[in-house]
């Protein structure tokens, strides 16, 4: 009968192919939607769920098809987690915005119209949904993009596929990430602006070097209009500005002017800060 | 085609029917009851006895009567759980080996499982009397929140009952499937399963003829069992009170309230208020005393306000788990006898906004379900079986077609493909004691799941690998499952032996483990040695 073949060699595809990624055990595109990962799974259910071959199929035979059915009930699961881990979303409230340590919405304001209407910020909803802001670290940090919950997910997946892991060493730095001060500092990793560019749009699971939440300020025209000291001196400035401290923000703006006097987008920036504190004192 | 039975083997009452061509027939006790309660006796007189006839006995020999078995079985009898329920029994448990309890009744020790073991004999003799066959092969039922041990126990009470287990299904899986069986339509539900002495939650969804089972929580603790204590233990304040006289120190007495108090409770589902009097009571002076009480609904539900809180608590934890919303249920089904207290359905209703589903019967529904999957195993023809096939409109679907041996036709009547989940997360320790998890909650079953660890010592020739169940990632926060051992190891350094570690957990939800040496030649495996389970020395 068909049935008994279509079955025996659906097993045999998927003990074949076992150990390979969860989406093509189950026959589906690597982006697929939950709903469609779910249809994916009844679809294999509604034919290959070994109940449904008690009668037709040897002991051995059957006892094939429920490893291929485990196999890829395991990978329904995996894939049915991470999907549970990514999808849901909830609307922005402001406290979020407070939790994230943001400055007071009066004291970047000046700085933040006026760059906004010259760029939009495109990634401006994502950070606030992956990036944990507990856990912003100054920019020294590589371990500083990866959130708790992005480093549990990340160790969780290479154990499953690495060959010598050692699970219960949540922060390994992944090969050929640099140590924090071995190697590159973040200033000088910092100067192209293409790369700034690239990682700061990035999702934060790569050795980002700190692009923290900027609320006023896009990385991208910052970095391409300064120095990369001056951009030292600024991404401090934004610390400043986030904990609140505008006289710190000043001196540090200051200290970038000093760097790349070129730079108007400092001079502007310091002249919005300065004003800022003269209207607060 | 030999008959397959499926069994509600309930903390109180148990259950069994089987699917025939028109619809699901029940089996009858001596005086044609349904529900059979699962007491088993051992009268002065010799012998066994189960079922309503052991009820009468709990007053004559209280501590000759083994009710409540299922909340002991598959148990550690040091865990602090087990050690409350013993409190509230009057026969005498011991500990065995392995750390399990033991029955004591006239000088005969006898397992969990063997207790167990008399009721489901009894249900399938019932069976063979009623149906002129032999019976041999059964579904039984569990709750869904059982363990390991707990499971392997029930197929061991099956096994030495003489029946053949072809599986163990979940009670609200159960539930759903023959509420769901034949309505074909895609929906998500809500089983709530309150019964005497265990309590499940189970969203699903319903697809067509997939059962697919999204989240599933409860607490094995908690039951009608423990509304009757609430309120026994009130009664028994107000005997002290009215009598000048504690009643807590005797057993018969005891009984005798639980049984006013199950009374009572049964009347105030019905009723406003239960007024009357228990009569029998003997006082210490020789005389013999009544206790008058007088209860109103309000006075009752507030006494078990806190057990009610907590289910709805596991039920809204539970539809999160799911990643949905109350109001994305279309429905709730009530399964268990507890469930037809007012106030549980009035919760119910608050919670989800809308009215629970009432038209089933809580008692019956998981046999029905267990018959239903019985049929389905053992290929007998199970249409018109589930509840749909009355409730829903009559389509080509549930005419009468024949479904036999692995024909499976291509209609929309197809055999029910159950998708159940496994209940805890289950794990196994890695150096400086934390829980490494290789099957999450709520994972569809069966399902496997293969992990590579490695040593963390240099030269290591063997290890050990500790298998525990439970959501903390410190392995002593969770419940230890058994551990196996690899050894004859090739000493390497540290962290270039590659061990391959296998978790599968089969349909009946019970765990195996495998762990092999991925590289040395002759693959080296173990097997899992489960504390707790009665037959510690087959393994799993």
Redesign the interface.
Known sequence: ?S??TDVLLWAQRVIARK?SAPHVLLEIDEKSTAVQV?EA??KI??TS????????LTPDELEMV??A???V??A??QMR?AA?QTT?IRPLKSDDLQKLGAPDPRTIAPPDKKLASGSTAPGEVRPIIRDDPRHVTPPGGTRAGSTPQAGARVV?VR??T???????KPTRPGAGHTRPGTGSDPPTNAPKPASVSATGSQPPTGATPSVPFTPSLPPQTAAQSMSSKALLYYRKAELCLKRGDLRGAVLQLKLACAADPSSSFLRTALAEVETEVRKNP | MAIALGIDLGTTNSCAAVATPTGVEFILGQRAERVHPSVVAFPATGGVVVGADAKRYRLTEPHHVIHSAKRFIGQNIRAPLVQLALTGIRYKVTEGPNQQPIVVVRDRRMTMPEISSHVLLYLKRCAERQLGESVNDAVVTVPANFTDAQRQATKEAGRLAGLNVM?LINEPTAAALAYGFGRNQDQLICVFDFGGGTFDVSIL?I????F?VLASDGDYFLGGDDLDRALAEVLAAECNRTLQFDPRQHPVLMMKLMMGAEAIKCHLSANDAAEGEIDGIDLPNGTTGSLPFSLTRKQFEDMISGYINRTIEVTKQVIAQA?LLPSDISDVLCVGGSTRIPTVRQRLADTFHREPNIKINPDEVVAQGAAIQAG??S?SIIAGTGMGARDAVMTEAHSPLIYG????PKGPL??P???DVNPSTLSVQ???G?A??L??KN????????????T?RDNQTRVEIDCCRGESRRYTENEPLGHLLLEGLPPKAR??L?IEVCF?V??DGILHVRASDVDSGARQEARLQVFGAPTAGEGT
């Open positions: 009968m049935l008994r150990g779910q799974f009844h259910a509604r769920h070994p109940d449904l071959h008690r009668h037709g429920t490893s059915y485990a196999t009930a395991g329904y699961q987690s549970m849901r969780r154990a499953s690495d060959s010598d892991v050692r699970p219960p | 599986r969804r697809n067509g003829e997939v697919e990643g389905s195993l290929g041996g692995a024909t499976i197809a055999r493909v159950l998708l890695t150096a400086g934390y490494e998890r099957l999450d994972s569809p079953i069966p399902i496997e799941r293969t992990r590579v660890f490695t963390a962290g270039d590659k599968r089969d349909a």
